[in-house]
C-alpha cells in the first residue's frame, strides 16, 4: 500500500499534537512529514514542506489574544502564507483546513475562519487544487492548554491546583474528544478522489453537556480519584471516560507513586488493591531479575500497575517527548502507579529476587484489542 505523505500546520500545538501523535498508529496507510511553526517565516522552508506532502492538514491558528484584530489578521496571514507557498512550488496538495462552529459568529476569530476558507477556495478554483474544510464544534482531551485551549482544561488546572472555577454562561455546549476528531481528520485525508474540488462539512459532536456538569464531574474526579485513589465510574467508549482522561492528564506526576494502607495482625497482612466504580480486569505477573516488560502505550485505557512483592523501576515517557519519569516501588511498602494515556510505558524488576505485579484495567483483556501500542520508554 502507497502512504500519504501528511503534513500538519500547528502540529506542536494542542489538536495539531494529538492528530500528529494518531497518523503515528496508521503507520500502514500514513507516512508524516515533520513540520516547526518557523517555516512560515521561511519561504524556502515552507516551500519544501509543501512540495513534500500530499495532504496538508491547516491546523496552525491563534485562538485568542486582547486585541481580536490580531487573531484575525494572523489566521488570514498564514492561510495567505500557505497558498503562496503552494503557488511558488507550483504543487497542488490536498489541503484540510480545520475551521470552528463560530465562523457564524460576529466575531473577529469566526471571520478570520470564514475569510480563511474563502482564501482557500479560491485557490483551488484557481490552481485545480482540492480543498476540505472541517467545521469543528468545541474540542477537548488531554494537555490542553489552560485559559486557551478549552473551558475543560482550564476547569481541570484549576480543580487541580485547589481553585473555584467559575461559570460565566452555564449553557450546553457541544463537543467532541480529540481522539475522535482525529478519526475526523484521518477519514478525510484517506478519502478516495472525488470530482469535487472543494467541500466543507460540519463534523458532528459527540456529546451535549451543561458546563456546571462537567465541572461537576471534574470536582467528583478530584474527590474520588485524588483524595481517596478510587477510580470513578467510567464506561468504556463513553464522554465520562474522556473526561477523566483529560482530567488525570493535569496531575502533576510527582503524584505517584502512591502506597497503599496495610493492615497487618496475628493472621498476617493484607493490602486492598483497588476500588473502581467500573468494571475492569485483573491480572499479575512474576518477572525474574532484570527483565523488562512493557515499552508500549494506550490511546484510551486506564491501567494500574500495583508492586506486591520484590523491587521495581516503573518508567514512563509522553510519546512525543524525550522526558522520562521514574518511579522506584518495594513490595515491602506496596504502592501503585497508573499509566496515563499517550505515555509509553514499562516495569524492570531491578532486585535479586522475583517481582510480583498486579495488573488492573478498566476494560475485559482482548489480544485483538488495537489500542496497544509499542514504543521504546
Same mark, same amino acid.
Given at each position: 500500500?502507497?502512504?500519504?505523505?501528511?503534513?500538519?500546520?500547528?502540529?506542536?500545538?494542542?489538536?495539531?499534537?494529538?492528530?500528529?501523535?494518531?497518523?503515528?498508529?496508521?503507520?500502514?496507510?500514513?507516512?508524516?512529514?515533520?513540520?516547526?511553526?518557523?517555516?512560515?517565516?521561511?519561504?524556502?522552508?515552507?516551500?519544501?514542506?509543501?512540495?513534500?506532502?500530499?495532504?496538508?492538514?491547516?491546523?496552525?491558528?491563534?485562538?485568542?489574544?486582547?486585541?481580536?484584530?490580531? $487573531?484575525?489578521?494572523?489566521?488570514?496571514?498564514?492561510?495567505?502564507?500557505?497558498?503562496?507557498?503552494?503557488?511558488?512550488?507550483?504543487?497542488?496538495?490536498?489541503?484540510?483546513? @480545520? @475551521?470552528?462552529?463560530?465562523?457564524?459568529?460576529?466575531?473577529?476569530?469566526?471571520?478570520?475562519?470564514?475569510?480563511?476558507?474563502?482564501?482557500?477556495?479560491?485557490?483551488?478554483?484557481?490552481?485545480?487544487?482540492?480543498?476540505?474544510?472541517?467545521?469543528?464544534?468545541?474540542?477537548?482531551?488531554?494537555?490542553?492548554?489552560?485559559?486557551?485551549?478549552?473551558?475543560?482544561?482550564?476547569?481541570?488546572?484549576?480543580?487541580?491546583?485547589?481553585?473555584?472555577?467559575?461559570?460565566?454562561?452555564?449553557?450546553?455546549?457541544?463537543? $467532541?474528544?480529540?481522539?475522535?476528531?482525529?478519526?475526523?481528520?484521518?477519514?478525510?485525508?484517506?478519502?478516495?478522489?472525488?470530482?469535487?474540488n472543494i467541500?466543507?462539512?460540519?463534523?458532528?459532536?459527540?456529546?451535549?453537556?451543561?458546563?456546571?456538569?462537567?465541572?461537576?464531574?471534574?470536582?467528583?474526579? *478530584?474527590?474520588?480519584?485524588?483524595?481517596?485513589?478510587?477510580?470513578?465510574?467510567?464506561?468504556?467508549?463513553?464522554?465520562?471516560?474522556?473526561?477523566?482522561?483529560?482530567?488525570?492528564?493535569?496531575?502533576?506526576?510527582?503524584?505517584?507513586?502512591?502506597?497503599?494502607?496495610?493492615?497487618?495482625?496475628n493472621r498476617?497482612?493484607?493490602?486492598?488493591?483497588?476500588?473502581?466504580?467500573?468494571?475492569?480486569?485483573?491480572?499479575?505477573?512474576?518477572?525474574?531479575?532484570?527483565?523488562?516488560?512493557?515499552?508500549?502505550?494506550?490511546?484510551?485505557?486506564?491501567?494500574?500497575?500495583?508492586?506486591?512483592?520484590? *523491587?521495581?523501576?516503573?518508567?514512563?515517557?509522553?510519546?512525543?517527548?524525550?522526558?522520562?519519569?521514574?518511579?522506584?516501588?518495594?513490595?515491602?511498602?506496596?504502592?501503585?502507579?497508573?499509566?496515563?494515556?499517550?505515555?509509553?510505558?514499562?516495569?524492570?524488576n531491578v532486585?535479586?529476587?522475583?517481582?510480583?505485579?498486579?495488573?488492573?484495567?478498566?476494560?475485559?483483556?482482548?489480544?485483538?484489542?488495537?489500542?496497544?501500542?509499542?514504543?521504546?520508554?
Amino acid at each position: 500500500m502507497v502512504q500519504i505523505k501528511v503534513g500538519i500546520t500547528g502540529q506542536g500545538g494542542f489538536m495539531g499534537s494529538h492528530l500528529f501523535n494518531f497518523l503515528a498508529t496508521k503507520e500502514d496507510t500514513i507516512e508524516r512529514i515533520p513540520f516547526q511553526r518557523n517555516y512560515f517565516e521561511n519561504k524556502n522552508a515552507l516551500q519544501q514542506f509543501v512540495a513534500s506532502c500530499d495532504v496538508i492538514v491547516h491546523i496552525a491558528a491563534m485562538n485568542r489574544h486582547e486585541d481580536q484584530q490580531v $487573531i484575525y489578521d494572523t489566521n488570514v496571514g498564514l492561510v495567505k502564507k500557505l497558498v503562496s507557498a503552494c503557488e511558488a512550488a507550483k504543487v497542488t496538495p490536498k489541503i484540510i483546513f @480545520s @475551521s470552528s462552529t463560530q465562523e457564524e459568529r460576529d466575531n473577529l476569530y469566526g471571520k478570520s475562519k470564514r475569510d480563511g476558507r474563502q482564501l482557500f477556495e479560491n485557490w483551488a478554483k484557481g490552481q485545480g487544487g482540492k480543498i476540505a474544510s472541517l467545521i469543528i464544534p468545541n474540542v477537548f482531551g488531554p494537555f490542553g492548554k489552560p485559559f486557551y485551549n478549552s473551558f475543560v482544561a482550564t476547569f481541570c488546572h484549576q480543580i487541580i491546583i485547589g481553585e473555584e472555577p467559575t461559570i460565566l454562561n452555564d449553557s450546553e455546549v457541544n463537543l $467532541i474528544y480529540i481522539n475522535q476528531l482525529s478519526e475526523a481528520f484521518y477519514q478525510e485525508i484517506i478519502k478516495e478522489n472525488t470530482e469535487e474540488n472543494i467541500t466543507s462539512y460540519t463534523v458532528p459532536h459527540t456529546a451535549t453537556r451543561k458546563v456546571s456538569e462537567i465541572l461537576e464531574l471534574l470536582k467528583e474526579y *478530584k474527590s474520588q480519584y485524588v483524595e481517596k485513589g478510587q477510580v470513578p465510574k467510567v464506561n468504556i467508549n463513553s464522554f465520562e471516560l474522556d473526561l477523566f482522561n483529560t482530567f488525570t492528564s493535569f496531575i502533576p506526576k510527582d503524584y505517584f507513586p502512591k502506597k497503599f494502607t496495610k493492615h497487618t495482625d496475628n493472621r498476617g497482612e493484607f493490602v486492598e488493591i483497588i476500588r473502581a466504580g467500573t468494571s475492569g480486569q485483573s491480572s499479575y505477573s512474576t518477572t525474574v531479575p532484570g527483565i523488562t516488560r512493557g515499552n508500549h502505550y494506550h490511546t484510551r485505557k486506564v491501567e494500574r500497575f500495583a508492586v506486591i512483592s520484590g *523491587k521495581a523501576l516503573i518508567k514512563l515517557r509522553k510519546i512525543d517527548s524525550d522526558e522520562v519519569f521514574e518511579y522506584f516501588l518495594n513490595g515491602d511498602e506496596p504502592a501503585y502507579v497508573d499509566m496515563p494515556i499517550w505515555y509509553t510505558h514499562n516495569i524492570t524488576n531491578v532486585g535479586d529476587t522475583e517481582l510480583i505485579t498486579l495488573f488492573w484495567i478498566n476494560e475485559p483483556y482482548d489480544p485483538t484489542d488495537a489500542d496497544t501500542y509499542f514504543v521504546e520508554v
